[in-house]
């Protein structure tokens, strides 16, 4: 495999239910990043992880809780989620670091979240 | 806080040219990048502007103005193929935080 890959593709769930979502990059990257794309807003920025360290965590609520267990691998953990919170959930990776330079990301096809 | 502008929408003919403007306000700025996004798809990274001016990669050309807080991105040469939604994202600090703007869904008609 190549690129990012996230799974599922689509998820359905209950207000009351665990899920996670899952993203993978095989391109040797440091940073990880987890994205909420709803329609008509801009992409939000979620949390980074720079080396396995969360670098940023943008004001997200604790019903979503990010994982990184090593730099190819990141999880996100849902529970007690609301309708509002459905939306195109999207992974990205780039080099990590702090040097200033650009550090192109790469998004994964995302997950479609719905919450009933 | 930072924001960024862009137009929702924008339409063009096959084979013109197209502009789509976007600009910032933001506490630090390092760059400027686009991504193009297809329905249904993954954004996938077009370009960076560090500096002021013009980069070219084939019929895609980004523009970049620190003075101004303005950039812009021009395709020509349209083709239905780049009917797409664009977003413009700055890169504030020296980090890998991009902030992104609303998007620009560009349609190309024949």
């Known amino acids: 495999e190549t690129g990012v890959t996230q799974t599922p593709r689509h998820l359905v769930m209950g207000m009351t239910n665990k899920k996670s979502l899952k993203c993978e990059q095989h391109?040797?990257?440091?940073?990880m990043y987890w994205y909420k794309q709803s329609a008509k807003k801009p992409l939000e920025l979620m949390f980074v992880?720079?080396?396995?360290?969360?670098?940023e965590n943008n004001s997200v609520p604790s019903r979503f809780s990010p994982e990184c267990p090593n730099s190819s691998h990141l999880f996100l953990h849902l529970h007690t989620l609301q309708p509002e919170d459905s939306a195109l959930y999207l992974c990205?990776?780039?080099?990590?670091?702090?040097?200033?330079?650009?550090?192109?990301?790469?998004f994964g096809p995302g997950t479609r979240l719905t919450v009933l | 806080g930072q924001s960024l502008e862009q137009p929702s929408e924008v339409t063009a003919v096959e084979g013109a040219i197209v502009q789509i403007n976007c600009t910032y306000q933001?506490?630090?700025?390092?760059?400027l990048s686009w991504y193009q996004q297809h329905d249904g798809g993954a954004p996938t990274f077009l370009s960076y502007?560090?500096?002021?001016g013009l980069e070219e990669t084939g019929r895609f050309s980004s523009f970049l103005s620190r003075s101004d807080s303005y950039g812009y991105l021009l395709l020509q040469e349209l083709q239905m193929k780049d009917s797409a939604s664009y977003f413009c994202?700055?890169?504030?600090?020296?980090?890998?935080?991009?902030?992104f703007g609303g998007g620009t869904r560009l349609m190309v008609k024949p």
């Open positions: 990205a990776s780039s080099q990590g670091g702090t040097s200033g330079g650009h550090n192109e990301q790469f």
């Open positions: 391109l040797g990257h440091n940073a």
């Open positions: 992880y720079n080396f396995k360290e969360q670098t």
């Open positions: 933001t506490s630090g700025f390092y760059g």
């Open positions: 502007n560090a500096l002021d």
């Open positions: 994202a700055v890169k504030g600090d020296a980090g890998n935080m991009l902030t």
